[in-house]
């Protein structure tokens, strides 16, 4: 017996129609993978990172968990960086976070859910870093809104201060770090202009892009 039988049957339909749409697709993707792009997103499940942004499977890699966070002890995200960045050299690291993040608002939350309430406090501490714009913020769900987006920022400036990515602009590679924000209500990406190119600039457009946010 086979389980979940109607997944399987998707996917030898979504299988035959590609290969219909154009002959030799998957032969061609299994004897390469050449992405620019690695995209470190939400697992949240309306966020689908490929369809998002039109790209076909083989030209986005893909790293995500809950609340798009890149913290410096997580292996596994550390790991899918530098495969990316050393093997693939993707020209493009891409966090994208999306507004009405359950992750964020469980983290503004006082309500304990158990062991992720350990992942989440990472994103508390950027809530705390940040308190003081958040107070000004009248209207729960904006301030909500506010903290998607100073995670996106945070989080890459995490990305900038690694290691594997500081040595990648050392040597001279081509890196270039976003911030980009999702809405599910409209299909809609929204870059926080948050582009980093290398280290020396990093500090400076992290803290025009927390301005431009309290000026919005």
């Not at 705390?128 to 009248?138: C, F, T, V």
């Not at 903290?147 to 050392?170: F, G, R, T």
Request: contains cysteine; proline residues 2%; glycine residues 6%.
């Amino acid at each position: 017996m086979k389980f979940l039988p109607h997944l399987f049957e998707n996917n030898k339909t979504w299988a035959k129609e590609t290969e219909l749409r154009e002959p030799g697709f998957f032969k061609t993707l299994s004897e390469q993978q050449n992405p620019d792009y690695l995209w470190i997103g939400c697992a949240d499940s309306r966020v689908p990172a490929n369809e998002i942004v039109g790209l076909k499977p083989g030209e986005l890699f893909v790293h995500r968990n809950v609340a798009n966070a890149v913290v410096h002890t997580d292996l596994n995200c550390l790991s899918v960086i530098q495969y990316a960045v050393d093997v693939l050299k993707v020209k493009h690291i891409i966090v994208t976070g999306h507004y009405g993040c359950g992750g964020v608002i469980a983290a503004m939350s006082n309500t304990r859910l158990g062991l992720i309430d350990n992942w989440l406090r990472h994103i508390k501490d950027i809530q705390h870093k940040h308190q003081e714009q958040l107070r000004e913020i009248d209207d729960l769900e904006l301030r909500q809104d506010r903290l998607c987006e100073l995670n996106v920022i945070e989080q890459v400036m995490n990305v900038s201060q690694i290691s594997i990515v500081q040595d990648a602009w050392l040597r001279g590679q081509e890196l270039q770090l976003h911030s980009w924000i999702y809405r599910v209500s409209d299909g809609r990406l929204r870059d926080l202009k948050n582009n980093i190119n290398n280290g020396e600039e990093a500090v400076d457009i992290y803290h025009q892009s927390i301005n431009a946010l309290l000026n919005k």
